[in-house]
């Protein structure tokens, strides 16, 4: 297999993730002082607070699955979590990416799965460019979180949904992230947790190879998504397979 590039997805892939109800709750509180900068005010308890973004931004992903379609912050605050709140467009311009960060770092307990780093490493040593593709909201939280763990030198491009426009499966953030990495399609890999996001998207952009890794949920699937080419348990099973790939003239 004549591979250049790797990309990862970074939620349930270089990380994992749990909903955090009571430090989501703690966070609401700040999300109130941000709101209250552009003169929003919400007349509820930080739990009934918390819940209605949630409500919002629950609706908001159904939106954004059908047409993989990502808005900015500020229309997502203002279109779907507050849109019974008389916000004017812009109002939210100054906050939006602090409340989509605080969203996006503060309701979730995220944790590098321990092998991550000795993965890249590896695969760093096999002459391989890596990269990231993620669905995300904040621009902040994928970078902060790989400098939190200690492996953002190892990633060039890092692709995020918020910045392109548009989300996985979409096979257009799947090409724009092999040119960005000076490749092309056919010479890339991605791994990720999600059949209907990331081995549906990486099928359909043409990239040679697209690994799932288990995440701790069940994905109901659709009859005709497409199978990843293979199914990993940890991310040290990667390096692995891709020499036995090699070996075998696999792609």
């Known amino acids: 297999m004549n591979l250049e590039a790797v990309f990862l997805d970074m939620g349930g892939t270089i990380d994992t993730h749990t909903y955090d109800r009571r430090a989501g709750v703690c966070a609401t509180a700040d999300i109130r002082l941000l709101l209250s900068r552009c003169g929003v005010t919400v007349r509820s308890d930080d739990q009934e607070l918390y819940d209605r973004i949630n409500e919002g931004l629950s609706a908001y992903r159904r939106w954004r699955e059908s047409s993989w379609i990502e808005l900015p912050p500020e229309k997502v605050w203002r279109e779907f979590v507050l849109k019974t709140c008389p916000i004017s467009p812009g109002q939210l311009s100054e906050v939006a990416e602090d409340l989509a960060y605080t969203v996006d770092t503060r309701y979730y307990r995220r944790r590098m799965r321990p092998e991550v780093p000795r993965v890249l490493e ?14 995300i909201l904040s621009r902040g939280q994928v970078p902060s979180d790989l400098r ?104």
């Open 148 to 251: 939190r763990y200690g492996i953002e030198k190892f990633f060039d491009p890092v692709v995020l949904s918020c910045e392109y426009g548009r989300r996985k499966p979409d096979p257009g953030i799947f090409l724009f992230a092999a040119r960005r990495a000076g490749t092309s399609a056919g010479r890339c890999a991605h791994v990720g947790d999600r059949i209907s996001r990331d081995i549906q998207g990486a099928k359909q952009a043409g990239f040679a190879l697209a690994v799932q890794i288990r995440h701790d949920f069940i994905e109901s699937t659709e009859p005709d998504e497409p199978r990843a080419d293979a199914v990993i348990d940890s991310l040290e099973e990667f390096p692995l397979l891709l020499k036995r790939a090699s070996r075998s003239g696999y792609g």
């Open 122 to 135: 590896s695969l760093q040593g096999m002459g391989l460019k890596l990269g990231i593709i993620s669905n």
